[in-house]
């Protein structure tokens, strides 16, 4: 089955500890994003990635890392300079990049962070 | 800069009633226009969506129609099960820019 893979589905760590959430996909798609998700405040986009060894900034990217080494994987680390970083984090791909006017965005399951 | 406004949730209703769950946006030219749900603890998955004005989209029973005139992709679906319970995001994407979410809507439908 193609999809998209997110592990673990739940992370705990202590604060000022640097932690990397997978994200893998096996659906051939050369775009990759990470979004961050809060109550009440929808879905903001972190990073994406259009293609292997590229990636942009999204709308909050300080705190956060990424690479893009291989097509499939685009590992997001969540480091200790993140303010707050306890949330729901959910990794998506789509087959061509965001130029395409009706491309669509298929959701990994989450993983769900919380830093204490 | 682009935007979507959804309306605040929760949207409680009885097994069968009807849904509408309001979704206006705020962008210059034609963006493309879209309905995703989220059922708990899971990932967003694509609803419907709209390419163009006076656009329908629709799957299992939900519609929306792209009013360029209103800016506006108004959810509905004519009768709501209890496996309808989720999370409705509205999302546009114009140009080159990748998504713009709305802030969710949560439906809950009781027996």
């Known amino acids: 089955d193609g999809g998209i893979t997110q592990s673990p589905k739940y992370l705990f760590r202590k604060e000022g500890q640097n932690v990397t959430l997978s994200c893998e996909q096996n659906?051939?798609?050369?775009?990759m994003y990470w979004y961050r998700q809060d109550p009440g405040q929808g879905l903001r986009l972190i990073y994406y990635?259009?293609?292997?060894?590229?990636?942009q900034k999204g709308d909050i990217a300080e705190g956060y890392s990424v690479s893009r080494e291989k097509k499939e994987s685009f590992p997001l680390t969540v480091t200790s300079a993140q303010k707050n970083p306890t949330a729901f984090y959910l990794c998506?791909?789509?087959?061509?990049?965001?130029?395409?006017?009706?491309?669509?965005?298929?959701f990994g399951p989450g993983t769900r962070l919380t830093v204490t | 800069g682009d935007s979507v406004t959804q309306m605040e949730g929760p949207v409680t209703l009885s097994e069968e009633a009807f849904l509408t769950i309001n979704c206006t946006y705020t962008?210059?030219?034609?963006?493309?226009l879209f309905w995703y749900v989220q059922y708990p603890g899971e990932g967003l998955q694509l609803l419907l969506k709209?390419?163009?004005?006076?656009d329908k989209g629709s799957n299992k029973g939900f519609e929306a129609t792209y009013r360029k005139e209103t800016t506006s992709f108004h959810l509905e679906k004519g009768s709501v099960q209890v496996s309808d319970s989720a999370v409705y995001f509205c999302?546009?994407?114009?140009?080159?820019?990748?998504?713009?979410f709305g802030k969710g809507t949560m439906l809950l439908v009781s027996p």
């Open positions: 999302a546009l994407k114009r140009g080159y820019s990748t998504l713009t």
């Open positions: 659906l051939n798609h050369d775009a």
């Open positions: 709209a390419t163009k004005a006076d």
């Open positions: 990635s259009q293609i292997v060894n590229d990636f």
């Open positions: 962008a210059t030219g034609y963006p493309s």
């Open positions: 998506a791909s789509s087959i061509g990049p965001p130029s395409g006017l009706t491309y669509e965005q298929y």
